[in-house]
């Protein structure tokens, strides 16, 4: 390239930043954190595109969301708990519980995997950032306007009210006249895009930004989970998008895809939903079971046992979960045979599922046990899910699913497959993170009282339902006669879903009060093998200053063991630029040295301005037209480079 | 195990490495690459699989309508061919600038670039213009039935990529005149250069799906 056209254009003239030192020196220190933290002030504050940052932001927001579901949840176990209840009338109930479900799905258990991926695998992965850090930033805004817009809505009484799949026709205009399904639309196209663009920056940030090293065969297994959950993110959220965007259609512009009447379909519907809801449910299990492939090998204080079968059964996962859809649909008029096929492969994803176990134990049993509460949480794991997986097991046989459809059997099945699989290693994994968050421990004896209220209130809140279900409670009903029988029962899950609000405060307690008196962590205090415990804690805010040469799986115990003559340390990137080493994608070898964007306000206005459309579109068409205008000026905003910015890029220019 | 080992051998506990060390020397290496080498690359990559998600399901659905229509087209007349196939012969042939593009970026020849994107950009122009009257040749709207409303969705799924795709290459066009410019801005421009095969590519399935399907006895 010697073009002197292209050299005109090039803001020059300044000298080459100068690189780190291995071992950095204590200049390099202050020069990374004046570099790659975030600017002050409010407008800084909205700028800012830190993944810890962000991240933090993230998790906060989606608890936020799971305490506002749990609360819904509560007022529905309030107004069951005694038969010919008048607390909460029907249409009140019809919002509640597709509010429950509708936060808890995609406002929590999807997103908050992904939140919680972004703060930690750059840490595990060695890397200063996520790849594309300003779209990370504008993927974020967008989750939380659309979960506002949501929450507005249901406040001024125009809440969704179909449930959380939002079954057509009763979803179609002729069943929902009004806004409100409108609004649960725009919440799928807000959450879905966000959730997309962050499955596009995960894969390309562990493919891309893994430190030198750090081989495909060595990547801790939460990163695997989390890689193999954005793949399937990238092929299953499309259809939900297609879908709810069909459905606003026919609500909006008098298309026909769901009206029979014009020859459209309402199975339709269901395919395209459960195309998307069935690798949904892999996409809150499989971060949990990456949180539990983190915890068990810190607590067991040995590597884990198994771990190519580990990384295969994820793989293998994510495939047979695209083939599971019609498992929701066994109650319509499908084909038999099709019915049998959807069978076999319910029972066979059971098989990864079992691995995976098996590996866990075999590592527990075989280390040397350290009980402390995220292992707790990991424990009961495996006791819920089970559960969970057998009355899975059960269900995916057509006759018994025909049996139970529709009753509280399924409502306990999946709420122990997704507390259990999910939100139990999720907690777990906050005990396990915090002191990495925060740089203090959260306290143990809250955490225990925690653990076990959390335990046995969940099992007393969901066993009866099974019971209920079998005895034909139907989901979905906000009131029963007490001659059913079934009083005694919704009264005992009521006490239990007052256990887990009480431990859900004790959880919060825990968090707010370690925050401030928690005992002081320091790097490692768990002992752990995984990158992320090599750097402070909380981390500088470029993660490490001097990015880490890895030479095996858990880098952090094998240190001392490091092969002599071999480099410890990334040297020579610059410490007054955002300067980011991209390695290969299947050796992590050394490739070339990145530029990172600075931060800008841009991806928050362009995140206002998506809003605007989104929310403009549920009451006019047009708003996709004019909407698209501050949308294109913002973005295009967001990408023009600066001249400042592109002189310090081109002062550390090399052609490939 | 070997509990905070690392922190025990640092100088600092800032910097939780060993002292001893050899260094890995970065500072050599090139600022930006081409290809799947390159972060853009891996991002385009991950659209290109969402919005391929997107057409593919589009074009199920499509089938699945049809499969249980009585007729097909429902209550029309196929859609003309005209428009659609002479806008198939233009796009495809936008991929030799588009081909060109790609070329002069990896080269970092700024003129055949900037010649490059004003040719993409002309084809555009052309092809937006013929799409126009491919929605006017449908001979259905999307309100009328079913099969209506999948047709405008398809045509009007890829439509929407069309526009998009012009207004990303009319931008990163001006940058190329006005700057500023760095060395990975060529890498920007042959993404972008990819991602518009991306959407040529994607058009093949759904022309043969919109124009030639309601020929195909069901």
């Known amino acids: ?656 | 195990m070997n509990r905070g080992s690392i922190a025990r051998t640092a100088i600092d506990p800032r910097h939780p490495v060993r002292v001893d060390a050899q260094m890995l020397d970065a500072s050599a290496l090139p600022s930006y690459a081409f290809g799947h080498r390159s972060l853009m690359w891996w991002g385009t990559l991950g659209l290109i699989a969402i919005e391929g998600t997107v057409f593919a399901l589009a074009i199920v659905s499509y089938f699945y309508l049809r499969s249980l229509a009585p007729r097909w087209p429902l209550n029309a007349l196929p859609p003309e061919l005209l428009w659609g196939t002479l806008n198939t012969v233009v796009l495809l042939a936008s991929m030799l600038p588009n081909h060109m593009l790609k070329r002069a970026a990896e080269a970092g020849d700024l003129r055949r670039l900037r010649i490059a994107f004003l040719a993409c950009l002309a084809f555009s122009l052309v092809f937006l213009m013929v799409r126009v009257f491919e929605f006017r040749g449908l001979n259905v709207w999307w309100d009328t039935d079913a099969y209506g409303s999948v047709v405008w969705l398809l045509l009007g799924l890829h439509t929407l990529h069309l526009i998009t795709d012009t207004y990303d290459t009319g931008v990163l066009a001006v940058l190329m005149f006005t700057g500023p410019l760095e060395g990975r801005r060529l890498v920007d421009a042959s993404e972008n250069a990819q991602y518009w095969y991306f959407v040529v590519l994607s058009w093949l399935p759904i022309y043969f799906v919109i124009y030639l399907a309601p020929h195909i006895p069901q």
Not at chain 1, 103 to 109: D, N, V
Not at chain 1, 291 to 304: M, W
């Open chain 1, 1 to 656: 390239m010697s073009s002197t056209a292209f050299d005109a254009l090039k803001p020059s003239g300044m000298p080459r930043p100068r690189g780190n030192g291995v071992p950095p020196t204590a200049a390099d220190s202050a020069a990374l954190e004046r570099t790659w933290r975030d600017p002050p002030g409010l407008v800084g504050w909205l700028s800012a595109i830190n993944h810890k940052s962000i991240a933090r932001r993230f998790v906060l927001t989606t608890f936020g969301f799971f305490l506002a579901g749990g609360l819904l949840a509560l007022l529905m176990r309030l107004q069951l708990a005694v038969p010919r209840n008048t607390l909460v009338g029907p249409d009140l109930y019809n919002q509640l519980f597709s509010m429950h479900g509708t936060t808890m799905m995609f406002l929590f258990a999807v997103p908050v995997m992904q939140a919680v991926a972004g703060y930690l695998i750059p840490l595990m992965i060695g890397a200063r950032s996520v790849a594309f850090p300003r779209m990370n930033a504008y993927a974020y805004w967008v989750f939380l306007f659309g979960g506002l817009m949501l929450y507005a809505a249901f406040l001024l009484d125009i809440g969704p009210d179909a449930g959380w799949f939002s079954y057509v026709p009763l979803a179609g205009p002729d069943y929902s006249p009004g806004k409100r399904v409108d609004f649960w639309a725009q919440l799928i196209t807000f959450t879905e895009l966000s959730a997309l663009l962050e499955a596009a920056i995960i894969i390309t940030t562990v493919f891309k930004l893994r430190a030198p090293g750090m081989t495909l065969a060595r990547i801790p297994l939460f990163v695997w989970a989390m890689l193999v959950t954005a793949f399937m993110v990238l092929f299953s959220m499309p259809s939900v998008m297609l879908a709810s965007t069909a459905l606003i259609m026919d609500r909006l512009v008098g298309t026909h895809f769901y009206n029979p009447a014009q020859n459209g379909d309402v199975l339709l519907w269901q395919h395209l939903f459960w195309f998307f809801g069935h690798p949904e449910v892999y996409l809150i299990f499989l971060p949990g079971l990456g949180f539990i492939s983190a915890i068990v090998p810190t607590f067991a204080r040995r590597p884990i046992f198994g771990y190519t079968a580990m990384v295969l059964s994820l793989i293998a996962t994510g495939f047979l979960a695209f083939g599971l859809w019609v498992h929701h649909m066994f109650a319509t008029n499908l084909p038999e045979l099709g019915k049998s096929f959807f069978t076999a492969v319910s029972m066979l994803i059971a098989i990864p599922s079992a691995v995976q176990i098996f590996c866990w134990l075999a590592t527990l049993a075989t280390g040397r046990l350290n009980l402390k509460t995220p292992l707790l949480f990991v424990l009961a794991f495996f006791f819920i899910l089970v559960m969970g997986g057998l009355t899975g097991v059960m269900l995916a046989s057509v006759p018994l699913d025909l049996q139970v459809h529709d009753t509280y059997f399924v409502v306990a099945h999946l709420h122990y497959v997704l507390l259990g699989g999910a939100v139990f290693p999720l907690v777990g994994a906050i005990y396990y993170w915090y002191p990495k968050f925060t740089g203090r421990l959260m306290s143990e004896r809250l955490g225990q009282w925690n653990f076990w209220l959390f335990f046995i209130g969940f099992n007393v809140a969901f066993f009866p339902m099974h019971l209920l279900g079998l005895q034909g409670m139907p989901r979905r009903v906000y009131t029963y006669p007490a001659e059913m029988g079934w009083g005694t029962m919704n009264f005992i899950a009521t006490l239990g879903a007052a256990m887990i609000a009480v431990s859900v405060l004790l959880f919060i307690v825990n968090l707010l009060r370690s925050r401030r008196h928690g005992e002081p962590a320091g790097p490692d205090p768990w002992g752990g093998g995984t990158l992320e415990w090599a750097t402070l804690s909380p981390p500088a805010a470029a993660n490490f200053d001097a990015i880490p040469v890895v030479h095996g799986s858990n880098p952090v115990w094998e240190e001392a063991t490091r092969p002599p003559g071999t480099p410890s340390a990334v040297g020579g990137l610059a410490v007054d630029a955002r300067e980011q080493l991209v390695t290969s994608v299947l050796d992590a070898q050394p490739d070339h040295r990145s530029q990172f964007p600075e931060p800008s306000i841009w991806p928050f206005l362009s995140a206002v301005a998506t809003t605007v459309l989104f929310v403009g579109s549920i009451f006019t068409p047009w708003a996709v037209v004019w909407g698209a205008v501050p949308v294109a000026v913002a973005t295009t905003a967001w990408f023009w480079p600066r001249r400042r910015e592109t002189r310090t890029h081109v002062a550390l220019e090399q052609q490939p």
